[in-house]
C-alpha cells in the first residue's frame, strides 16, 4: 500500500465509508465476512484502495473507537 502515511489515510478513508455502510444498514450484520463483503464491495465501487490489512484496522477502529459492535450474533437481537 505504501508509506505509513499512505496507508493511515487509506484506513480512514475505509473507517468512513465503513460507518456510513453501518448507519445505512437495514439489519444488523450478522458476521464479519458479511461485513468485509460490502465494504469490499462499497470500497470498489469508490475505487478506494483496501486490502487484508486495511479492512481490519478499520474494522478495528470503529469497533474500539466507536465502541460499538459492528455485528450482532444471530438470537442477540
Not at 484496522?57 to 460499538?68: F, K, P, Y
Request: glycine share 6%; net charge neutral; with cysteine.
Amino acid at each position: 500500500m505504501g508509506t505509513p502515511q499512505r496507508l493511515d489515510a487509506d484506513i480512514l478513508r475505509v473507517v468512513l465509508v465503513l460507518r456510513d455502510l453501518l448507519r445505512e444498514a437495514t439489519d444488523p450484520y450478522e458476521s464479519y465476512a458479511d461485513l468485509k463483503e460490502d465494504l469490499k464491495l462499497r470500497c470498489a465501487h469508490y475505487h478506494l484502495p483496501y486490502d487484508a490489512t486495511v479492512i481490519t484496522a478499520a474494522l478495528d477502529q470503529v469497533e474500539r473507537g466507536g465502541r460499538i459492535s459492528v455485528i450482532t450474533p444471530r438470537g442477540r437481537r
